[in-house]
């Protein structure tokens, strides 16, 4: 190992390529060519060896999408790269995984997207579940009196037992809605899953109104 | 967006979701696209994973007071939607089985070896059809350790810790399903 090494994290295979030829040229070329290494180099090689070297391949596995994406910091992302300097299966895996990871995303071009409404139907359930939300904290959350209102998206309004038909207001299914309302009311407060229900198959979004 | 700058906007956005629609709003167009995409690879139907990206995100807005930032926003979002794809196909095989007249009692739903949906809404049409064709034909389990390893990018603890199964299991269910696959995409594009 050179003094470069203990300072600047490897970022790259080619850097591993560069040590090992720097190392090899400095032992064959310098005073000590001709000389074994010492007890104490033998160690310090083998301690930083095994440090560098002891990811398996177990973990180079677990690790692969953010080593593919670059996104592993030293020095995992050193050992990450150690290892597979001398493993030629991970290498393999590597490139297995970004050639499955762009073919699912290529395919995955070919889907239908989430549609522009999708946004303002989670506002109207966000708002529809905070009405509720204060009913049930609402102490008289029995007391039938309270008025019931509904708003369609094309701005029906119900209120109680009462319908005023702004628009094309469905009288069956409002009245479904209000039946549904009453016996949640009965059964103590209306459930916030009652928000989902009317939007799923009433198409109308509720809040209430204390009298 | 790289992956740590995204979580930093994540968290930031989470953090913020209790006193900002405009949050909720941001948070939604960053992680509902993906989610959604995730939810229709599993289940194959566009209404159903509409309903679950809604599901997850309300639960995102609920939640989100709680979060502590102990895993990653990104795992706590998808473990989320798992939750909510689970308790859809659950549901929705219930409701096959009462409409045929089947004994609920007889067989637990298991998430893992319940069919998936119809995949009748989705037609992309040339090469994509027939991958996604092939793709829905892996058991639910492999096809969720497929997507959020090669797809979504997580790495194996994390998909263990969205999924709520050891890692030895992502890793036997990651190399089960791409045997699976390339026997299935024989001459194709793995």
């Known amino acids: 190992m050179t003094t470069r090494d203990r300072r600047e994290p490897i970022t790259h295979l080619t850097d591993l390529e560069k040590m090992r030829t720097h190392d090899s040229r400095r032992a064959s070329s310098g005073p000590n060519a001709h000389r074994t290494p010492g007890k104490k180099a033998r160690v310090m090689k083998r301690v930083v060896e095994s440090v560098w070297a002891q990811m398996s391949c177990a973990e180079v596995l677990g690790i692969m999408p953010p080593l593919a994406r670059c996104e592993l910091r030293s020095p995992e992302q050193d050992r990450a790269l150690f290892h597979l300097a001398s493993c030629p299966a991970c290498r393999r895996e590597l490139a297995e995984y970004v050639n499955i990871s762009n073919a699912i995303k290529s395919h995955r071009a070919a889907l239908p997207g989430l549609p522009p409404s999708a946004w303002s139907n989670l506002r109207e359930t966000m708002e529809t579940s905070r009405h509720l939300e204060e009913v049930s904290h609402t102490p008289d959350r029995h007391d039938l009196g309270q008025v019931i209102v509904a708003r369609a998206p094309s701005g029906h309004t119900v209120t109680g037992d009462q319908v005023s038909e702004h628009e094309h207001t469905d009288p069956v299914l409002v009245n479904r809605f209000l039946d549904a309302v009453t016996a949640a009311l009965l059964l103590g407060g209306v459930p916030p899953v009652l928000a989902g229900v009317c939007r799923g198959t009433l198409g109308l979004a509720i809040s209430t109104e204390t009298v | ?190």
């Open chain 2, 1 to 190: 967006m790289s992956g740590p700058r995204r979580e930093d906007k994540g968290l930031a956005l989470v953090r913020a979701i209790p006193n900002s629609e405009c949050a909720m709003r941001e948070f939604f167009e960053e992680f509902g696209p993906q989610i959604f995409h995730y939810a229709l690879t599993i289940l194959g139907d566009t209404h159903a994973a509409q309903e679950v990206v809604q599901e997850t995100m309300i639960g995102v807005w609920r939640g989100a007071s709680r979060f502590t930032a102990s895993s990653s926003v990104s795992t706590w979002v998808y473990s989320i939607c798992h939750n909510k794809i689970v308790d859809y196909i659950r549901r929705e095989s219930r409701h096959v089985r009462r409409a045929s007249g089947a004994d609920l009692s007889a067989s637990a739903v298991t998430f893992e070896n319940e069919p998936c949906g119809t995949w009748s809404y989705i037609d992309p049409g040339g090469d994509s059809m027939e991958f996604w064709e092939t793709f829905r034909r892996l058991p639910n389990g492999q096809r969720e350790v497929i997507l959020l390893f090669y797809d979504a990018g997580f790495s194996v603890a994390e998909v263990a810790e969205i999924l709520e199964i050891p890692a030895g299991t992502v890793r036997s269910r990651l190399h089960a399903g791409k045997q699976r696959l390339r026997v299935l995409l024989k001459g194709g594009s793995l």
